[in-house]
């Protein structure tokens, strides 16, 4: 039996998420993906992110279904009847402009990123008498700006910023309200709030040349650990590669030292 980390992915075709999901199976943990159409799933990994159809055959289990159907999201949580170790989630809306002065900007789904975390953390809660002492960590893709007390986006840009992504920052906040809550109502055995600046398209750098820096979660602090990334990292761009390459490096496999912690990520 591996001895890797069993982890389910959800949004898995977003860019983030993907990376991290290719870098998991050319890896060899035993994976689990969410899709509703599970075909554009496999093209992506292939023709993207060139992983082999014999590695997804024998690492990646894909369901079918939506991130707010909690039957799917249990199954994919519990793909060989056992519950994951890490649980990603790159869950997100597509921009839809809108005649509005205030809000200039909404999602096709206003509250798809708060929802799919409230089903996962309702999934998880459903598994609890089975999953034991099981509490796995979650990891979730944030953005920049939704942080209302430590300023996370460049000076020049923190208007424009605001008032233009109003109303996706609004559902990334209840998103990450929810992941904290679910820590500290003992579902989660441990979370990742992942901000990353503008995402743009891209090969992957490396993770060396990522700059990252943490504050704790809103009502949240964070004892122990190094301080010596304490406070955002301000940038203007990161590539969905590299965001997705730095948390399979840093959080997938690394020791922990970001748990618990909101992670802001940039160039």
């Known amino acids: 039996m591996s001895t890797k980390p069993a982890i389910a992915f959800f949004g898995a075709t977003g860019g983030c998420t993907a990376a991290a999901l290719a870098l998991a199976l050319e890896a060899g943990h035993s ?25 997804i055959d024998r690492n990646l289990v894909i369901v079918q279904g939506d991130a707010k159907d909690v039957a799917a999201v249990r199954k994919t949580l519990t793909p060989n009847n056992r519950l994951v170790d890490i649980i990603m989630s790159g ?44 509490r796995p960590t979650m990891i979730v893709i944030s953005t920049t700006g ?15 910023y605001h008032w233009v992504l109003a109303v996706p920052h609004v559902d990334k906040r ?6 904290v809550a679910a820590y500290k109502d003992g579902v989660l055995g441990g979370f990742v709030v992942v901000r990353p600046t503008l995402l743009v398209d891209g ?7 990522v700059r990252a820096g943490w504050v704790p979660a809103d009502g949240f602090e964070v004892t122990g650990g190094d301080d010596s990334a304490r406070g955002p990292a301000v940038g203007y761009s990161i590539s969905r590669k590299d965001v997705g390459g730095w948390v399979f490096d840093n959080v997938i496999q690394g020791s922990g030292l970001w748990e618990n912690r909101c992670v802001s990520l940039t160039y």
């Open 146 to 160: 939704t942080d209302l007390k430590t300023p996370d986006v460049p000076f020049l840009l923190r208007g424009l």
């Open 31 to 55: 994976v689990s993906a969410l899709a509703r159409t599970p075909s554009k799933l496999r093209d992506m990994l292939t023709k993207n992110h060139g992983v082999s159809e014999s590695t």
């Open 91 to 134: 869950v997100g809306g597509t921009p839809v402009m809108q005649a509005s002065l205030s809000q200039p900007v909404s999602l096709n789904d206003p509250s798809i990123c708060a929802d799919a975390a409230r089903t996962v953390v309702q999934a998880l809660a459903d598994l609890r008498p089975a999953a034991g002492a099981r």
């Open 203 to 209: 090969d992957r750098k490396g993770s060396d040349k």
């Open 174 to 179: 209840q998103m990450e309200d929810a992941v």
